[in-house]
């Protein structure tokens, strides 16, 4: 069963070189924050940024901003990564 942080169970959709038990036992942020080619939980945005003007209108480095999940992005306020969300 899930807990509200994703643990409990694996969110990957595809191959996963991360062995099961701990697929289970981490949350669903990090196994997402993974690269699909290790563990492939279909989020696919990863290698881009979400932030205006290419990345610039963030104080997070654009590597990171490259690196994590779109989500994760989105989560973070505009006056410190703005993707032009108005809904934060």
């Known amino acids: 069963m899930q807990n509200q942080q994703g643990q409990g169970v694996s969110h990957a959709v595809g191959d996963s070189k991360v062995p099961q038990k701990a697929q289970e036992k981490v949350p669903q942020g990090l196994e997402e924050s993974l690269p ?3 563990h492939d939980t279909g989020s696919g945005t990863s290698g881009k940024t979400h932030a ?4 610039d209108a963030s104080i997070v480095p654009k590597g990171i901003q490259k690196a994590v999940p779109e989500k994760l992005e989105r989560a973070l306020p505009d006056a410190i990564h703005d993707t032009g969300d108005s809904t934060k």
């Open 52 to 55: 205006k003007e290419g990345g």
């Open 36 to 38: 699909n080619q290790v």
